[in-house]
């Protein structure tokens, strides 16, 4: 039993020295052992979250992110063209070289995005830290954000939704697309897509925040020949591809 | 005309107000964040405040929150706080004809009783 106390002990004075570090040193390296918001603070737009696909990584035929994604936000398989689908997978192929792409297609998370100015209720938002919602209580189900989105990225809930998650609400008569998994982003873990990529033995998603010099996206976008979709509409997607 | 409703009220024996309420199925219970007396009247300004703070702010892990109030408060026979006049939150809403939103989209059901993610909680990098 005294050992039992011991260890709450340990564990109380470990847990305040830690809560103190931060308190200490806001926004200093202490910071970067884990990037979970503290309760009751707001996205900060010093962050923006962004996702770099490398095409040469990513292999054709595999659905791994989608379906993670499927899993950890709670919508059901596609059957029809107008069911929802927050990503989906693409296959290219260049007609002159035969040359074959695979990438994973989604919201792009636009700095500038067409949704948000199209969006008659200010229902479609880009929060500070770049990631860009619905908010269901103020969507109407117009769906101009569908027809102003040149990615396709957003689909619309014809149906009830009958299984409701508390981390990811879902109604019918809404829009919904890619969230960056922002319950996860939120509490400082990466996106179920990135975590299935690399579980399925790719590394095809990095995700992180594009403003540090020192994340393993910006590393790897400083280093490597990237590409925006797109980017005649000068868009400025949060979405960077390798390959393509 | 409010004055005269509450004489009303008060000429009415408490024995008869009491069979009129609600029974509730209050689930786990124990202490809300707030008094009861004060939620009755306020909790639905405490959630919508919150609702906009966390949706477009991102502001999380604030003591007001639909999910605390179902974790706490969901029938332990169904549980969740709907299906029934006894559940708490379809039974008060039910008595004081006001329709419920809320589970158009929010679970219903405890967080406990959610499927857990399955995918590794890999810290960002």
Not at chain 1, 9 to 32: C, E, W, Y
Not at chain 1, 163 to 178: A, I, K, L, N
Not at chain 2, 44 to 70: F, P, W
Request: hydrophobic share 35%; glycine share 8%.
């Amino acid at each position: 039993m005294s050992d039992v106390n011991q260890d709450r002990r340990q564990f109380l004075a470990r847990g305040s020295a830690v809560a103190a570090g931060i308190a200490i040193a806001p926004g200093m390296l202490l910071f970067d052992f884990a990037r979970a918001r503290p309760a009751g603070e707001p996205a900060s737009s010093a962050v923006r979250w962004g996702m770099l696909i490398d095409t040469t990584q990513c292999e054709s035929g595999c659905d791994d992110c989608v379906t993670a994604c499927r899993k950890e936000n709670g919508w059901p398989e596609p059957k029809a063209s107008t069911d929802v689908q927050w990503i989906r997978k693409v296959e290219l192929k260049q007609i002159s070289s035969g040359k074959q792409t695979s990438l994973p297609m989604m919201c792009q998370h636009c700095a500038n995005p067409p949704c948000v100015d199209v969006c008659p209720t200010a229902a479609s938002f880009k929060r500070a830290d770049g990631i860009v919602l619905v908010d269901k209580h103020r969507c109407i189900g117009c769906r101009y954000c569908m027809m102003a989105c040149p990615f396709k990225a957003r689909s619309f809930v014809h149906e009830p939704v009958l299984d409701h998650d508390s981390d990811m609400p879902r109604g019918q008569g809404t829009v919904e697309s890619c969230t960056l998994c922002v319950h996860r982003v939120d509490k400082g873990i990466r996106p179920a897509c990135v975590e299935a990529c690399e579980k399925g033995g790719h590394r095809a998603i990095v995700f992180g925040d594009l403003n540090d010099p020192n994340s393993e996206i910006s590393l790897r976008i400083r280093s490597v020949t990237t590409t925006q979709l797109r980017a005649d509409l000068g868009l400025n997607t949060g979405f960077s591809f390798v390959g393509l | 005309m409010r004055t005269l409703l509450v004489i009303l009220l008060l000429a009415v024996s408490p024995a008869w107000a009491d069979s009129l309420a609600p029974k509730l199925d209050i689930g786990r219970g124990g202490q809300c964040v707030e008094d009861p007396a004060f939620m009755r009247v306020n909790h639905m300004k405490l959630i919508i405040h919150q609702r906009d703070e966390t949706v477009r702010k991102g502001i999380r892990g604030s003591k007001y929150s639909l999910a605390n109030c179902v974790d706490c408060h969901a029938s332990k026979v169904n549980h969740s706080v709907l299906g029934s006049n006894q559940n708490f939150c379809q039974g008060c809403h039910a008595y004081a004809a006001v329709k419920i939103d809320c589970f158009e989209c929010h679970s219903s059901k405890p967080r406990e009783f959610m499927r857990p993610s399955e995918f590794a909680a890999e810290e960002i990098k």
